[in-house]
């Protein structure tokens, strides 16, 4: 399965077709050979999966995919820790 992630588009260099992209702090170069933009994106969000940016998306679009992902993670960390839970009343033996 792959995944691409959304990440805010900070910084765009058209000359060498690279982005600088903010996953939640951690800012990552990516290539925009894929993707016919120019600065009018930034603040805009970016799909990248293995380094390229693969899609555009608004704003709006940007961040509501990350509350998607955001509800995810909190929906498997209450599974992981109701598992943990009922796995120490259980016991080893």
């Known amino acids: 399965m792959?995944?691409?992630?959304p990440g805010?588009?900070?910084?765009?260099?058209?000359?060498?077709?690279?982005?600088?992209v903010?996953?939640?702090?951690?800012?990552?170069e990516v290539r925009l050979d894929l993707v016919d933009i120019d600065k009018s994106y930034l603040g805009h969000y970016a799909?990248?999966?293995?380094?390229?940016?693969i899609q555009i998306m608004s704003p709006e679009q940007g961040e509501?995919?990350?509350?998607?992902?955001?509800?995810?993670?909190?929906?498997?960390e209450k599974d992981i820790m109701a598992e943990q839970l009922a796995f120490g009343k259980?016991?080893?033996g």
């Open 64 to 76: 509501e995919t990350l509350g998607l992902f955001r509800e995810y993670a909190d929906a498997v």
């Open 8 to 20: 805010k588009i900070v910084k765009i260099d058209d000359i060498q077709k690279v982005a600088i």
């Open 2 to 5: 792959c995944l691409a992630i």
């Open 47 to 53: 799909l990248v999966h293995v380094g390229y940016v």
């Open 90 to 92: 259980k016991g080893l």
């Open 22 to 28: 903010d996953f939640g702090g951690l800012k990552q």
